[in-house]
């Protein structure tokens, strides 16, 4: 990580990429960004990801890496910033993925908040207009302090290994908006459900193994004889039924105790869904 000198970045003469330069059209790919919550050493982080450029990566021409880290003023305990910060937060993200955009060439692809910190990911074709791009940033906002990073990364591994999400992280990232949707359909989510959930293996020993772990934490079997062609090899079905609220609390525990049953048996989770009630149709 560089550090970009306070008393030289506002003496930084600026010169940017060619104004004429051909944009790669991944630049202008619609973005589709999702945030999870992820654990970071000894602390929690905010990842922000951009889904939408996940399809078509990784991009050739688009092969270094770049972050831009800025610090908080007055982060809270967790390392995030606070609500009176918010607002220059937001106003400084947009202004460098701006800047990146429209004078580094880079495609952003997400961030990560950390410990009073945080990271900016780009890739570009050029990394050599970084510091100076960084420094003009920086000349905009004097009150914070900016670092920056570049590695070549023609795979985009760091974007597929560390920032885009786990299938966990999908599935709490799923459970955010069936709950929106539930709620905005109407339905109560304080009150006590029946819940099926759906887990699929490659043989049947992992299969009862996983229903007899499942039935200790308070589920229980509807059916463990499902069969699934298309699935194969992972064609062996499970559906269990548990009982409660739909709060997302409530879901993010049930779906740790899920994978958790997967990873000992070495099946997939494959989400939740409400059991048919004679009240069904007020709410779907």
Same mark, same amino acid.
């Given at each position: ?17 060619? &104004? ?13 960004? !999702?945030?999870?919550?992820?654990? *970071?050493? @000894? =602390?929690?982080? #905010?990842?922000?990801?951009? #889904? ?23 982060? @809270? ?7 009176? !910060?918010?607002?220059? $937060? ?5 202004? $460098?993925?701006?800047?990146?955009? !429209?004078?580094?060439?880079?495609? +952003? ?14 890739? =570009? ?20 302090? +900016? ?5 070549? @990364?023609?795979?985009?591994?760091? +974007? ?17 908006? *069936? ?38 934490? =308070?589920?229980?079997?509807?059916? &463990? ?10 064609? #062996? ?29 070495? =099946? ?9 009630? !004679? &009240? ?5």
């Amino acid at each position: 990580m560089e550090d970009l000198d306070k008393d030289i970045r506002n003496k930084i003469e600026f010169t940017f990429a060619d &104004d004429e330069a051909e944009r790669d059209p991944a630049l202008d790919i619609p973005a589709h960004y !999702e945030l999870y919550v992820t654990s *970071m050493d @000894d =602390g929690r982080a #905010l990842v922000n990801v951009d #889904l939408g450029i996940a399809e078509k990566a990784p991009i050739p021409r688009l092969h270094w890496l770049m972050g831009i880290q800025m610090e908080f003023l007055d982060p @809270d305990a967790d390392g995030f910033y606070t609500e009176d !910060e918010e607002e220059a $937060i937001l106003e400084i993200q947009d202004y $460098i993925i701006k800047v990146m955009d !429209e004078e580094g060439r880079a495609r +952003f692809v997400g961030s990560v908040t950390y410990a009073g910190t945080r990271m900016f990911y780009f890739y =570009g074709p050029d990394v050599d207009y970084l510091a100076p791009l960084v420094g003009k940033i920086a000349s905009e906002y004097g009150d914070y302090d +900016f670092n920056y990073m570049s590695e070549n @990364d023609g795979n985009w591994s760091f +974007f597929f290994n560390a920032i885009y999400p786990t299938d966990l992280d999908m599935a709490h990232i799923r459970n955010r908006y *069936m709950v929106q949707n539930l709620v905005e359909s109407g339905v109560d989510i304080n009150h006590e459900y029946s819940v099926y959930y759906y887990f699929y293996f490659q043989d049947g020993a992992s299969r009862a193994k996983a229903a007899s772990e499942l039935m200790q934490l =308070g589920f229980e079997v509807i059916d &463990d004889h499902m069969y699934v062609e298309e699935l194969e090899p992972m064609s #062996l079905g499970l559906k269990m039924m548990a009982k409660h609220d739909l709060n997302l609390m409530t879901l993010t525990e049930k779906t740790y105790e899920c994978f958790e049953a997967m990873e000992d048996n070495v =099946g997939v989770y494959d989400g939740w869904e409400l059991a048919p009630t !004679e &009240d069904s149709d007020a709410w779907i």
